[in-house]
């Protein structure tokens, strides 16, 4: 069964995780060979031209030590074979068209989306 997942929403949970929790979910469903496809669209598509660690969150007295890395996380994803896109005119649409994409990461239009659907057995959308 191959799964598509979708992510729209950035950063979610990094304050007080070490991931975003559905890149996490996504590396540990691999992990144990689920067929995957990772679909970034959305605030998520800044994901796709993300480089090097995020800074550390402090609130008060306490800090996260260990933020989230987007860009080694999808990099991870991508080498274990995930297919890894982002909807091209989510990059537009926030002005980050011309940045480079993560090493091995597809830009997909939004026109191509029904047929990506039609691929896969289960879409699922976070």
Same mark, same amino acid.
């Given at each position: 069964?191959? %799964?598509?997942?979708? /992510?729209? $929403?950035?950063?979610?949970?990094? *304050?007080?995780?070490?991931?975003?929790?559905? @890149?996490?979910?996504?590396?540990?469903? #691999?992990? %144990? *060979?689920?067929?995957?496809?990772?679909?970034?669209?959305?605030?998520?598509?800044?994901?796709? %031209? $993300?480089?090097?660690?995020?800074?550390? @969150? #402090?609130? *008060?007295?306490? $800090? $996260? !030590?260990?933020?989230?890395?987007?860009? &080694?996380?999808? &990099?991870?994803?991508?080498?274990?074979? %995930?297919?890894? !896109? /982002?909807?091209?005119?989510?990059?537009?649409?926030?002005?980050?068209? &011309? +940045?480079?994409?993560? +090493?091995?990461? &597809? #830009? @997909?239009?939004? +026109?191509?989306?029904?047929?990506?659907?039609? !691929? /896969?057995?289960?879409?699922?959308?976070?």
């Amino acid at each position: 069964m191959k %799964v598509l997942q979708i /992510v729209e $929403q950035a950063f979610r949970a990094t *304050g007080e995780e070490q991931d975003d929790t559905i @890149l996490w979910l996504s590396r540990s469903m #691999r992990a %144990v *060979g689920a067929e995957l496809h990772l679909l970034l669209n959305g605030n998520a598509a800044y994901y796709a %031209v $993300q480089q090097g660690h995020l800074p550390p @969150l #402090r609130f *008060g007295h306490w $800090q $996260q !030590s260990h933020p989230a890395n987007i860009e &080694q996380d999808l &990099q991870a994803l991508i080498d274990s074979g %995930v297919t890894v !896109s /982002v909807v091209e005119e989510a990059l537009v649409e926030r002005g980050l068209a &011309q +940045k480079p994409s993560i +090493k091995g990461l &597809q #830009r @997909l239009p939004r +026109k191509a989306l029904a047929s990506l659907y039609n !691929s /896969v057995d289960q879409v699922w959308q976070w």
